[in-house]
């Protein structure tokens, strides 16, 4: 199966990379942006089968190498489990 | 003396920091390669700057699950005195050593220039060649060297008497101008709870000979070397 991870910044962190990306919206004129958040999408194809050994599994890596919790959170998808 | 510089591919300052190491020792830091999984016995362990693993995900997430990280842990845990500078402070973040992350600057760009940092306290092997609140003046060179925690964290660092080093004026205040990438609170390095691991941005390898342009980072060399000889 496939894992769908999305890394974002947690609330109250800020995010100058999202803030450029605002101003250079704007600039290119889109109007009517507020806040922007960047963020991190991993895709990851897994051998395993079962979809609750996934999920912990999943979790596992988020946890230790793919988001910094100090900063970010995580979510995540599996699909063709 | 004995003294351990850890090499992961992307390190580059791996020889400067040896070439300060050994001027303060009078010989040679042992390099030690980053798949090695044993540090040799030493009384000093440094992590240099550089780009480990180009930086990939986040700066020294990779490196911080490298087979030689989990022997540095277990022996700063002991008590083993280790230097993180610049990458070197990303992966005692990462790996857990030290609390709270370095963030991309808040300028968004990369910042190459020497700074003026406020000597915060200089009881420990490191700083003990400063006078405390001396204002020393040592290059940065980095894009990720934005000090971020949460404010209990903060309130602990400060609480605890751990921060290490702060971004400052030549009067040695702690102006927003005079702060390079947006850290929290102006901070530039910490040490760990017993004052045996310091994490900083700041490069003293890179001003620790007159022939660079300069001496302050020397003294930090100096003691360190002094105390673990």
Same mark, same amino acid.
């Given at each position: 199966?496939?894992?769908?991870?999305?890394?974002?910044?947690?609330?109250?962190?800020?995010?100058?990379?999202?803030?450029?990306?605002?101003?250079? &919206?704007?600039?290119?004129?889109?109007?009517?942006?507020?806040?922007?958040?960047?963020?991190?999408?991993?895709?990851?194809?897994?051998?395993?089968?079962?979809?609750?050994?996934?999920?912990?599994?999943?979790?596992?890596?988020?946890?230790?190498?793919?988001?910094?919790?100090?900063?970010?959170?995580?979510?995540?998808? &599996?699909?063709?489990? | 003396?004995?003294?351990?510089?850890?090499?992961?591919?992307?390190?580059?300052?791996?020889?400067?920091?040896?070439?300060?190491?050994?001027?303060?020792?009078?010989?040679?830091?042992?390099?030690?390669?980053?798949?090695?999984?044993?540090?040799?016995?030493?009384?000093?362990?440094?992590?240099?700057?550089?780009? @480990?693993?180009?930086?990939?995900?986040?700066?020294? /997430?990779? /490196?911080?699950? @490298?087979?030689?990280?989990?022997?540095?842990? !277990?022996?700063? !845990?002991?008590?083993?005195?280790?230097?993180?500078?610049?990458?070197?402070?990303?992966?005692?973040?990462?790996?857990?050593?030290?609390?709270?992350?370095?963030?991309?600057?808040?300028?968004?760009?990369?910042?190459? !220039?020497?700074?003026?940092?406020?000597?915060?306290?200089?009881?420990?092997?490191?700083?003990?060649?400063?006078?405390?609140?001396?204002?020393?003046?040592?290059?940065?060179?980095?894009?990720?060297?934005?000090?971020?925690?949460?404010?209990?964290?903060?309130?602990?660092?400060?609480?605890?008497?751990?921060?290490?080093?702060?971004?400052?004026?030549? @009067?040695?205040?702690?102006?927003?101008?005079?702060?390079?990438?947006? @850290?929290?609170?102006?901070?530039?390095?910490?040490?760990?709870?017993?004052?045996?691991?310091?994490?900083?941005?700041?490069?003293?390898?890179?001003?620790?000979?007159?022939?660079?342009?300069?001496?302050?980072?020397?003294?930090?060399?100096?003691?360190?070397?002094? /105390?673990?000889?």
């Amino acid at each position: 199966m496939k894992a769908r991870i999305k890394i974002t910044l947690k609330n109250g962190v800020l995010d100058p990379q999202g803030k450029a990306i605002a101003n250079a &919206l704007g600039a290119l004129g889109f109007d009517g942006i507020g806040d922007v958040r960047q963020g991190k999408y991993v895709e990851i194809e897994l051998d395993e089968t079962d979809r609750a050994t996934a999920e912990k599994t999943v979790e596992r890596m988020c946890e230790q190498l793919l988001a910094n919790m100090v900063i970010e959170n995580y979510s995540y998808e &599996l699909e063709g489990a | 003396m004995k003294a351990s510089v850890i090499v992961f591919p992307g390190s580059n300052c791996d020889r400067d920091v040896a070439v300060s190491l050994e001027a303060a020792m009078g010989n040679k830091p042992a390099m030690v390669w980053h798949r090695d999984s044993q540090v040799p016995d030493s009384d000093l362990i440094v992590l240099p700057g550089g780009f @480990s693993y180009g930086d990939y995900l986040r700066s020294g /997430a990779m /490196a911080a699950h @490298s087979p030689i990280m989990r022997d540095v842990i !277990k022996k700063a !845990k002991a008590g083993t005195p280790v230097l993180g500078i610049c990458n070197g402070f990303h992966l005692l973040t990462e790996s857990g050593l030290l609390p709270g992350v370095l963030m991309r600057n808040a300028s968004l760009k990369f910042v190459c !220039k020497d700074v003026l940092l406020n000597v915060e306290r200089n009881d420990t092997d490191f700083a003990r060649g400063y006078a405390k609140h001396q204002v020393i003046r040592i290059p940065i060179a980095h894009h990720d060297g934005n000090y971020f925690a949460d404010e209990e964290t903060l309130d602990r660092l400060e609480g605890e008497n751990r921060i290490a080093f702060r971004y400052c004026d030549t @009067s040695g205040a702690l102006t927003e101008t005079a702060n390079p990438n947006g @850290s929290r609170r102006s901070i530039a390095g910490i040490y760990n709870e017993s004052g045996t691991v310091l994490g900083l941005m700041p490069h003293p390898e890179r001003l620790a000979d007159a022939a660079l342009g300069g001496t302050d980072g020397k003294p930090m060399f100096d003691t360190l070397i002094e /105390a673990l000889h």
